[in-house]
Structure formats: C-alpha cells, structure tokens
C-alpha cells in the first residue's frame, strides 16, 4: 500500500502562487501514475493534472482549467510529488488531493486513483 502525505496549502492572494508537495511512502517511478484532484465544498472532484514517468520519458496531463498555470514535477530520490501553482484565482479554492493509480495507467484518469492522501486546503482570497 502507497501512503501519501500533501503538504504546501494555505491562503493566498488572487494572482499568487503555492506549490503543494506529496511524499509517497515508497518509490512509485513508472508503476503508478500520479496526480492532483481537488474538491471544493459542494461541487464534484476535478483532476487538476497527473504524470506518468516511463523510460525515456514522461507524459503530462492538464485540463484546461488549469493549463499554463499549474505544473506537475517530482523528485525521485525524495519519492516526492510536487503542484506548482501559479496565476492562483478564486475559483482555485479547494481541498487538493494527491493521488496514485497503478500501471498501466492515464495520467488522464487520476481520479479513478487507489491511493490518495489527506488532502491539504488551498484558500484564493481577493
């Protein structure tokens, strides 16, 4: 079993940027593919981006939502998953998730994940 761990939320003004962090509990390189969703208080869950690292590559996903503002990398060696986001808006505000689903795998398909932290809440303020 893959544990995650988010960290990195907080309150931000509109126009700012956060960058969320996710420490799995082992190393995940190419066995699952890892993402982001988030959750705000009466609306569904939205995938906001997920990864899938191959050998000689690696394959990116963004909805539109959020493309060209929010990026997705990872440190292997810390096992850590990081959401860069930038050009933060009100509408960003949520519970962000970080999710795991096993290979072979969509980074399309985060939400179909079978392990995800705790969530850690981001706050856009005017």
């Known amino acids: 079993q893959v544990q995650l761990v988010e960290s990195g939320g907080g309150s931000v003004q509109a126009g700012g940027s956060l960058r969320l962090s996710c420490v799995a509990s082992?190393?995940?390189?190419?066995?699952?593919?890892m993402g982001w969703f988030r959750q705000a208080p009466g609306k569904e869950r939205e995938e906001v981006g997920g990864?899938?690292?191959?050998?000689?590559?690696?394959?990116?996903y963004y909805p539109d939502s959020v493309k060209g503002r929010f990026t997705i990398s990872r440190d292997d060696a810390k096992n850590t998953l990081y959401l860069q986001m930038d050009s933060l808006k009100l509408e960003d505000t949520a519970m962000y998730y970080c999710?795991?689903?096993?290979?072979?795998?969509?980074?399309?398909?985060?939400?179909?994940?079978?392990?995800r932290g705790q969530g850690t809440q981001v706050t856009v303020s005017s």
């Open positions: 082992e190393y995940t390189g190419s066995s699952y593919c």
């Open positions: 999710a795991a689903l096993p290979a072979p795998c969509s980074p399309q398909l985060v939400l179909d994940y079978r392990y």
């Open positions: 990864i899938y690292t191959y050998t000689g590559g690696i394959r990116a």
